[in-house]
């Protein structure tokens, strides 16, 4: 048969006319009670309780889980990864018992509803088969799994190939405890590790043609939590057990719904989206084993081994975008110099590291976590501490390698490295400073401050104040040039202060990025580091100083207001990066009225020296003496209201048209209105995508061309109206006038 979709026309190759029934609880309990006997099964009664909820045949997934004399781990399949064996076994499940997890192809984007916290756990000193994520409230879970699925669709669906054939691959899944702060219950689910695309098209295409891919999350998440609350109840019923309940109920109406479209004399289209999407394939995860001699944590055995599993085909075979796959490569990079246990680093030390790199370990724990009260609890010490513990030489060539066996290629630059950690540095702030994090991952593309004095020995010197770090720092003093290196370049980098060149920012204006000679941002920085160069560390020391993950400083290169724009209450504790002036006594450039002067990558790169600036600079202006002048007055006037050059319209008369005069009136207050509202709305989306995260956009980007042919089709009526009121040229009006009367 085939069906329409959006416009287009579906060949569908097979419908099945039955949905499986729901099991009772007897056959539940046998999945429990086969797990809880199978010794290579590590999971919490409760954890096998939801896999048995979600299979639609638990009978037969008991038998897989049962051991047997020959066989005494069942019938699960084994995968063997970097350091651990994962068990799995294959079975159809219900869609609507299964939950998002953490969507990796948007992981780097800033999202709106912050990721919850995720640790694994054990029993018995074992890795378990289940990991926990630790969300805010059961609120901030609804928020999060709304968002994971529309930012999905967002980027892509499935729900062509879905109606066609189904879902064909299977869901890698496992079992997930969720805790909340606020005291609610805790409750476990199955959860998609990979293959949220097909699980998120999938709701899409239940969600029915005509709905959005925000009405397709906000059914899904109605759909799975209905009007549940996360206080207890009067009849003593778990959190878990009233959930179970409203997804049976949803079931049982959709299937309702399903058997009324097969009725008839033909299958309806609505009974297709139902039949394709009620039950999926998926591959439950419930073990995993570490290898003998493996170092890794117990509780980061088993995340770590489906983390493998996923990099293995998102990092090789289908990519996800390049933040994502350098995220993965140089946390597994990490993890794999972690097991391989041949680097003369403690594996204490490793751990600490680990942590800050995955983001588990926030960084007002910084002084706990290194045993030193001295030590900052701030993100950029965090990006300082993960700089210099990544780049030591007993690890950096180490954690090289592994990153080439895993991208597979036979060479990495240190370029390459520092693009690595690019989006694993600017965690912290990646929301604040989310309208030029693109800009920044270019920068570490570009060799970020990995500068050669980075790469060899040093030791951070912790202080609050890195301007008591420039007179050492020119004595000579190693340890405190490389700080503010490290310190001072994250700060450029993540604030758009400093960029990797290209040839149409060579000798702009300042206030457009300009710069007076290309260069890399490492080697910017290694200038600016240098001993001799007093100028270029108090530029660094000041922006080190004055930096905020919380925020874009005023003077951020390609931050612009063209809309109005409201200021707020604090809006006289400006954030801004100044121009260093080392006649002053506080190294701070002032105007002719006393007022700061802002810093721009212009200064920063002229303060990275300064003679070769001079010199481009000098050759730049004897250029452009060669180059005739242009004449003024021949600039074209850009009137963005087109307004006419002939005088006003004509007025029309009265008396008998009063009642169509009326009506124009009541339509230009209504176009007025209308454009007004337009206004509103625009300003709002702006403020929303100004201030929110950048993932799911505020407009979908196929939205674009509607809303921009509307507006253009609104442009010409209203164009194509003023020219028949006032005409485009009244001397050809006059004479076609008297050509009629010829």
């Given at each position: 048969?085939?069906?329409?979709?959006?416009?287009?026309?579906?060949a569908?190759?097979?419908?099945?006319?039955?949905?499986?029934?729901?099991?009772?609880?007897?056959?539940?309990?046998?999945?429990?009670?086969?797990?809880?006997?199978n010794?290579?099964?590590?999971?919490?009664?409760?954890?096998?309780?939801?896999?048995a909820?979600?299979?639609t045949?638990?009978?037969?997934g008991?038998?897989?889980?049962?051991?047997?004399?020959?066989?005494?781990?069942?019938l699960?399949?084994?995968?063997?990864?970097?350091?651990?064996?994962?068990?799995?076994?294959?079975?159809?499940?219900?869609?609507?018992e299964?939950?998002?997890?953490?969507?990796?192809?948007?992981?780097?984007?800033?999202?709106?509803?912050?990721?919850?916290?995720?640790?694994?756990?054990?029993?018995?000193?074992?890795?378990?088969?289940?990991?926990?994520?630790?969300?805010?409230?059961?609120?901030?879970?609804?928020?999060?799994?709304?968002?994971?699925?529309?930012?999905?669709?967002?980027?892509?669906?499935?729900?062509?190939?879905?109606?066609?054939?189904?879902?064909?691959?299977?869901?890698?899944?496992?079992?997930?405890?969720?805790?909340?702060?606020?005291?609610?219950?805790?409750?476990?689910?199955?959860?998609?590790?990979?293959?949220?695309?097909?699980?998120a098209?999938?709701?899409?295409?239940?969600?029915?043609?005509?709905?959005?891919?925000?009405?397709?999350?906000?059914?899904?998440?109605e759909?799975?939590?209905?009007?549940v609350?996360?206080?207890?109840?009067?009849d003593?019923?778990?959190?878990?057990?009233r959930?179970?309940?409203?997804?049976?109920?949803?079931?049982?109406?959709?299937?309702?719904?399903?058997?009324?479209?097969?009725?008839?004399?033909?299958?309806?289209?609505?009974?297709?989206?139902?039949?394709?999407?009620?039950?999926?394939?998926?591959?439950?995860?419930?073990?995993?084993?570490g290898?003998?001699?493996?170092?890794?944590?117990?509780?980061?055995?088993?995340?770590?081994?489906?983390?493998?599993?996923?990099?293995?085909?998102?990092?090789?075979?289908?990519a996800?975008?390049?933040?994502?796959q350098?995220?993965?490569?140089?946390?597994?990079?990490?993890?794999?110099?972690?097991?391989l246990?041949?680097?003369?680093?403690?594996?204490e030390s490793?751990?600490?590291?680990?942590?800050?790199?995955?983001?588990?370990?926030?960084?007002?724990d910084?002084?706990?976590?290194?045993?030193?009260?001295?030590?900052?609890?701030?993100?950029?010490?965090?990006?300082?501490?993960?700089?210099?513990?990544?780049?030591?030489?007993?690890?950096?060539?180490?954690?090289?390698?592994?990153?080439?066996?895993?991208?597979?290629?036979?060479?990495?630059?240190?370029?390459g490295?520092?693009?690595?950690?690019?989006?694993?540095?600017?965690?912290?702030?990646?929301?604040?400073?989310k309208?030029?994090?693109?800009?920044?991952?270019?920068?570490?593309g570009?060799?970020?401050?990995?500068?050669?004095?980075?790469?060899?020995?040093?030791?951070?010197?912790?202080?609050?104040?890195?301007?008591?770090?420039?007179?050492?720092?020119?004595?000579?003093?190693a340890?405190a040039?490389?700080?503010?290196?490290?310190?001072?370049?994250?700060?450029l980098?993540a604030?758009?202060?400093?960029?990797?060149?290209?040839?149409?920012?060579?000798?702009?204006?300042k206030?457009?990025?300009?710069?007076?000679?290309?260069?890399?941002?490492?080697l910017?920085?290694?200038?600016?580091?240098?001993?001799?160069?007093?100028?270029?560390?108090?530029?660094?020391?000041?922006?080190?100083?004055?930096?905020?993950?919380?925020?874009?400083?005023?003077?951020?290169?390609?931050?612009?207001?063209?809309?109005?724009?409201?200021?707020?209450?604090?809006?006289?504790?400006?954030?801004?990066h100044?121009?260093v002036?080392m006649?002053?006594?506080?190294?701070?450039?002032?105007?002719?009225?006393?007022?700061p002067?802002?810093?721009?990558?212009?200064?920063?790169?002229?303060?990275?020296?300064?003679?070769?600036?001079r010199?481009?600079?000098?050759?730049?202006?004897?250029?452009?003496?060669?180059?005739?002048?242009?004449?003024?007055?021949?600039?074209?006037?850009?009137d963005?209201?087109?307004?006419?050059?002939?005088?006003?319209?004509?007025?029309?008369?009265?008396?008998?048209?009063?009642?169509a005069?009326?009506?124009?009136?009541?339509?230009?207050?209504?176009?007025?209105?209308?454009?007004?509202?337009?206004?509103?709305?625009?300003?709002?989306l702006?403020?929303?995508?100004?201030?929110?995260?950048?993932?799911?956009?505020?407009?979908e980007?196929?939205?674009?061309?509607?809303?921009?042919?509307?507006?253009?089709?609104?442009?010409?009526?209203?164009?194509?109206?003023?020219?028949?009121?006032?005409?485009?040229?009244?001397?050809?009006?006059?004479?076609?006038?008297?050509?009629?009367e010829?």
């Amino acid at each position: 048969m085939t069906l329409n979709w959006k416009g287009e026309s579906i060949a569908v190759s097979r419908v099945d006319h039955t949905l499986p029934p729901q099991p009772d609880e007897s056959a539940r309990a046998k999945v429990t009670a086969a797990g809880a006997a199978n010794p290579h099964v590590l999971l919490p009664d409760a954890a096998l309780q939801a896999v048995a909820r979600a299979m639609t045949n638990p009978e037969g997934g008991a038998v897989l889980l049962q051991p047997t004399e020959q066989e005494p781990g069942g019938l699960l399949l084994e995968e063997n990864v970097e350091g651990a064996t994962l068990r799995t076994f294959n079975t159809q499940v219900w869609l609507s018992e299964l939950l998002p997890g953490i969507q990796p192809r948007t992981g780097m984007e800033v999202m709106d509803v912050p990721d919850p916290q995720v640790v694994g756990t054990t029993e018995g000193g074992e890795p378990c088969a289940v990991v926990r994520y630790r969300y805010k409230s059961l609120q901030h879970l609804k928020d999060h799994i709304r968002q994971t699925i529309h930012s999905t669709l967002a980027l892509n669906s499935y729900a062509v190939s879905i109606l066609s054939r189904k879902v064909t691959r299977p869901l890698i899944t496992h079992p997930v405890e969720f805790t909340f702060e606020d005291g609610t219950e805790a409750i476990h689910a199955l959860v998609v590790r990979d293959g949220i695309t097909r699980l998120a098209s999938s709701w899409a295409v239940i969600a029915g043609p005509g709905a959005e891919a925000a009405e397709a999350a906000d059914l899904m998440v109605e759909s799975l939590f209905g009007r549940v609350l996360g206080a207890s109840v009067a009849d003593g019923r778990t959190l878990a057990e009233r959930l179970a309940t409203v997804r049976e109920d949803w079931r049982r109406r959709l299937a309702n719904e399903f058997h009324r479209a097969i009725s008839g004399p033909e299958l309806d289209d609505r009974g297709v989206h139902i039949a394709q999407t009620y039950v999926v394939p998926a591959q439950v995860a419930v073990g995993a084993e570490g290898h003998p001699g493996h170092l890794l944590a117990p509780e980061d055995v088993f995340d770590d081994a489906m983390r493998s599993i996923l990099a293995s085909v998102h990092v090789e075979f289908k990519a996800w975008d390049s933040a994502a796959q350098n995220v993965e490569v140089a946390t597994r990079a990490l993890k794999r110099v972690i097991q391989l246990g041949d680097a003369p680093v403690a594996k204490e030390s490793l751990q600490v590291v680990y942590g800050l790199a995955m983001g588990r370990t926030v960084p007002e724990d910084l002084p706990r976590e290194y045993g030193d009260d001295r030590l900052p609890g701030t993100a950029l010490w965090r990006g300082i501490q993960l700089i210099h513990a990544l780049t030591r030489p007993e690890l950096y060539e180490r954690l090289k390698d592994q990153a080439k066996i895993i991208k597979g290629g036979s060479r990495m630059s240190a370029k390459g490295f520092a693009e690595l950690l690019g989006p694993i540095i600017d965690l912290p702030w990646r929301s604040a400073k989310k309208a030029v994090s693109k800009q920044a991952r270019n920068a570490w593309g570009n060799g970020g401050v990995l500068t050669r004095d980075v790469l060899k020995e040093w030791e951070p010197v912790f202080t609050d104040d890195f301007t008591t770090l420039v007179e050492p720092a020119m004595k000579g003093d190693a340890d405190a040039r490389c700080t503010l290196a490290v310190a001072g370049g994250i700060a450029l980098i993540a604030d758009k202060l400093l960029t990797r060149n290209v040839g149409s920012t060579l000798m702009a204006p300042k206030e457009k990025g300009g710069v007076a000679f290309r260069s890399d941002v490492h080697l910017v920085i290694e200038d600016l580091s240098s001993q001799g160069n007093e100028s270029g560390l108090w530029t660094l020391a000041l922006t080190a100083n004055r930096f905020r993950s919380d925020a874009l400083p005023e003077n951020a290169q390609s931050v612009r207001q063209f809309v109005r724009r409201d200021r707020k209450d604090d809006e006289g504790r400006a954030y801004v990066h100044l121009k260093v002036d080392m006649e002053q006594p506080d190294k701070v450039a002032r105007d002719e009225n006393g007022v700061p002067v802002p810093l721009f990558e212009w200064d920063v790169v002229w303060a990275a020296d300064q003679e070769r600036a001079r010199k481009a600079y000098a050759e730049h202006l004897a250029r452009q003496s060669l180059v005739p002048a242009m004449l003024p007055g021949t600039g074209i006037n850009e009137d963005m209201g087109g307004q006419p050059s002939g005088g006003e319209s004509a007025s029309s008369s009265t008396g008998d048209s009063a009642p169509a005069g009326l009506r124009a009136a009541e339509y230009r207050r209504t176009l007025r209105s209308g454009l007004a509202s337009a206004r509103f709305a625009l300003d709002g989306l702006a403020e929303i995508d100004r201030t929110a995260g950048s993932w799911p956009p505020v407009v979908e980007p196929a939205e674009f061309g509607d809303l921009g042919q509307s507006l253009l089709d609104l442009q010409t009526d209203l164009e194509n109206l003023r020219r028949n009121i006032q005409g485009e040229d009244p001397a050809a009006d006059e004479d076609a006038a008297i050509g009629d009367e010829d």
